[in-house]
Antibody, heavy 119, light 111 residues
Framework: EVQLVQSGAEVKKPGTTAKISCKVS????????IHWVQQAPGKGLEWMGL????????LYARKFQGRVTITADTSIDIAYLEVSSLSSQGPAVYYC????????????WGQGTVVTVSS | QSLLTQPPSASGAPGQRVTISCSGS????????VNWYQHLPGTAPKLLIY???QRPSGVPDRFSGSKSGTSASLAISGLHSEDEGDYYC????????????FGGGTKVTVL
């Protein structure tokens, strides 16, 4: 069974960085792109960026460029999302998802990770 | 502001048909297929329609998609109470505003 399992909820202080993991299983990690999608409080889904685990190439949405870093460790089949300069705007949910081809549909999603920013 | 425009809400009684529109531009829907995602409360988003008209295995044929030019639509026929949730269109965008665009989402309410 194909699964993307994300790390647990986090509480961070304003201005700090959150690092979320996405562990994949049931398929070859390098054969699919991994995307990250944010749902800010009261908002819709917003695409943040992607990585090709096969070669480490990344693409970021303009809005998140410079504040987000996506990496992948092919030795343990885990993708990571780092979000810096967190601000107190209520809990946001971050999802990882995979696609076959960088412009393919996101066919399997992780369960989501809630990041709460509070002083 | 989303590159893809959806109505914020849609509703229908059980058994009725609901249609959700998604309007884009030449750089996204005009040159790329659309995918639709269902996001039910407390769950992860789920791929509902891909490449504009295709249903993944396990998605009921009550859900159907279409696309013409820079517009697309999702139809839900025979509305069920468990269909209540948010629906998003998404497409690759070839402009510098991309590369992946989500619509703002449509909340479907089953009356």
């Amino acid at each position: 069974e194909v699964q993307l399992v994300q790390s647990g909820a986090e509480v961070k202080k304003p201005g700090t960085t959150a690092k979320i993991s996405c562990k994949v299983s049931g398929y070859s990690f390098s054969d699919y792109f991994i995307h990250w999608v944010q749902q800010a409080p009261g908002k819709g889904l917003e695409w943040m960026g992607l990585i090709d685990p096969g070669d480490g190439e990344t693409l970021y949405a303009r809005k998140f460029q410079g504040r987000v870093t996506i990496t992948a460790d092919t030795s343990i089949d885990i993708a990571y999302l780092e979000v810096s300069s967190l601000s107190s705007q209520g809990p946001a949910v971050y999802y990882c998802a995979r696609s076959q081809g960088r412009d393919g549909p996101l066919d399997v999603w992780g369960q989501g990770t809630v990041v709460t920013v509070s002083s | 502001q989303s590159l893809l425009t959806q109505p914020p809400s849609a509703s229908g009684a059980p058994g009725q048909r609901v249609t959700i529109s998604c309007s884009g531009s030449d750089s996204n829907l005009g040159s790329n297929p659309v995918n639709w995602y269902q996001h039910l409360p407390g769950t992860a988003p789920k791929l509902l329609i891909y490449r504009s008209t295709q249903r993944p295995s396990g998605v009921p044929d009550r859900f159907s998609g279409s696309k013409s030019g820079t517009s697309a639509s999702l139809a839900i026929s025979g509305l069920h109470s468990e269909d209540e949730g948010d629906y998003y269109c998404a497409s690759w965008d070839d402009s510098r505003n991309g590369p992946v665009a989500f619509g703002g989402g449509t909340k479907v309410t089953v009356l």
